[in-house]
């Protein structure tokens, strides 16, 4: 009767490390895509530095708010095993901002 509560447990503490590291690949992934846009570069170039850094299937949105650069990656985490026909993938993300430098924002 333990075992497999002890199967449960330590199949949820690994999708948590799961979650929690590739939420902190999406905040790496978006600080990367918001400088590259801050700095001047265009909106392609911003997006694939982010896209190495981000997760497999990650959403990169960029958008600009006056003067800022606003980028959000987003990325889904699927539950281990067994673990998926029990329960929902966990929805992750990382924004970043950073005022643009210069005068002009990158059309492309």
């Known amino acids: 009767?333990?075992?497999?509560?002890?199967?449960?447990?330590?199949?949820?503490?690994?999708?948590?490390?799961a979650a929690v590291s590739t939420q902190v690949r999406c905040i790496?992934?978006?600080?990367?895509?918001?400088?590259?846009?801050a700095r001047g570069d265009s909106?392609?170039?911003?997006?694939?530095?982010?896209?190495?850094?981000?997760?497999?299937?990650?959403?990169?949105?960029?958008?600009?708010?006056?003067?800022?650069v606003l980028v959000k990656v987003t990325a889904a985490v699927r539950p281990p095993g067994g673990l998926a026909a029990l329960t929902p993938a966990l929805a992750v993300s990382g924004d970043a901002s950073v005022p643009v430098e210069g005068a002009q924002w990158p059309l492309g």
């Open 28 to 37: 790496d992934a978006a600080r990367a895509a918001a400088r590259s846009l």
């Open 43 to 68: 909106e392609a170039v911003a997006t694939a530095s982010a896209r190495i850094l981000a997760p497999g299937q990650a959403d990169v949105h960029v958008r600009r708010s006056g003067r800022t």
């Open 1 to 17: 009767m333990a075992l497999p509560a002890l199967v449960v447990v330590t199949g949820l503490l690994m999708w948590a490390v």
